[in-house]
Nanobody
């Protein structure tokens, strides 16, 4: 199994920046894709950004140019640098990992990001 532990959430003012981190542990050798999803109250969980072990990325249109996902394979970490935050970014952010063979999905516990004016 894979465990994902997140950190970095909190309260930030509009226009500010925040960096989220996720550390993966357990049986991770079959994990290729990792990333971040988010869910705002009353809305469906949506993809924010994904990254493969080789560094190929995919971003939601709403965060392109503002968010940057990165990965350190040696440390088994994936980070999300969030810039130019606005109220629409307020959500619970979940770290995500996928078993490349079975496509089983792993989720972190979620970390709250609140953007205030």
């Amino acid at each position: 199994q894979v465990q994902l532990v997140e950190s970095g959430g909190g309260l930030v003012q509009a226009g500010g920046s925040l960096r989220l981190s996720c550390v993966a542990s357990g049986i991770i050798f079959r994990v290729n894709v990792m990333g971040w999803y988010r869910q705002a109250p009353g809305k469906e969980r949506e993809l924010v950004a994904l990254i493969t072990r080789d560094g190929i990325t995919n971003y939601a249109d709403s965060v392109k140019g503002r968010f940057t996902i990165s990965r350190d394979n040696a440390k088994n970490t994936v980070d999300l640098q969030m810039n130019s935050l606005n109220a629409e970014d307020t959500a619970v952010y979940y770290c995500y990992a996928e078993n490349n063979w079975t496509k089983f999905h792993y989720w972190g516990q979620g970390t709250q990001v609140t953007v205030s004016s």
